[in-house]
């Protein structure tokens, strides 16, 4: 398998743009992890622009199938005084795949520095069951260990709509915040452990805030909640919370 880093490492310059060739082993079906295509416009961006400041905000439209040979052409978008927005697409032989659009803000002085969320119920990683078993899921899911806290696995026919999972790259070098982005879209849309058998579902875009400008966690574990709102026509939507060890939320998003 190639690594996370590895990966990101092999990103090469071509003028202005990057390409790479995405191995099967990243692959969702027939088209490649969501995660690692908007990680990958993410690393574009900070390579061209290695001066930028933390990530506050990440907006990924999923357009179309990727896989194979890709290229991403980064483009910084405008840049204030304490914000800059910078964008990537990443465009395979089908045309484009995936357009991201990043916020990056230095810190600020703020009247209020506090979070308004309950802090949620740490279940010990040792009592949990794996959420995706050893050579199940797709080809991707083999770079992560995850583990089930509450709710069902993809597939179970469950009535829950609200599931929590402990996630991690079993790529230990993998902690950035392109990492975390990458991890952050490992569980499927909410409804899916509703199914019985695989039908057509999408969340088509995803919009994430980062609550820290440089997370940290224990050990690469991440404690995700996924939350259905609706389904309807082939659709769905939902918002999700990744929290850290320490039960701080460090990103939401839907």
């Known amino acids: 398998m190639t690594s996370f880093t590895e990966l990101m490492a092999r990103l090469a310059p071509q003028g202005d743009d990057f390409s790479i060739e995405i191995p099967e082993d990243w692959m ?8 690692l295509t908007a990680a990958l416009c ?4 900070r390579r061209a622009f290695p001066t930028l400041p933390a990530l506050r905000s990440a907006q990924i439209s999923f357009i179309g199938p990727a896989g194979g040979a890709v290229r991403l052409s980064p483009v910084l978008l405008r840049q204030g005084k304490s914000m800059t927005f910078a964008g990537a697409d990443l465009v395979s032989e089908q045309g484009i795949a995936t357009r991201a659009v990043f916020a990056f803000g230095a810190a600020r002085e ?3 520095n506090r979070t308004f969320m309950a802090p949620p119920e740490m279940r010990p990683r040792e009592t949990c069951e794996p959420y995706i078993p050893e050579g199940f899921g797709p080809p991707f899911a083999r770079h992560y260990e995850s583990l089930l806290v509450k709710g069902a696995r993809p597939l179970a026919g469950s009535s829950e ?8 790259h079993k790529d230990k070098q993998a902690t950035d915040d392109v990492a975390l982005l990458a991890l952050a879209d490992l569980p499927p849309a909410a409804v899916v452990p509703m199914f019985k058998t695989f039908g057509p579902i999408s969340s088509v875009t995803w919009g994430l805030n980062f609550l820290e400008a440089a997370p940290t966690t224990e050990a690469g574990w991440w404690l995700m909640q996924s939350r259905a709102e609706n389904a309807r026509e082939g659709y769905s939507s939902q918002d999700m919370i990744v929290w850290n060890s ?5 990103i ?3």
Do not use: K
């Open 28 to 35: 969702q079906g027939r088209t490649t992890y969501g995660g």
């Open 42 to 45: 993410l690393q574009a961006v």
């Open 110 to 112: 703020s009247a209020l």
């Open 161 to 168: 709509y609200d599931h929590w999972i402990w996630a991690r």
């Open 246 to 250: 320490a039960g701080e939320p460090v």
């Open 252 to 254: 939401t998003g839907r």
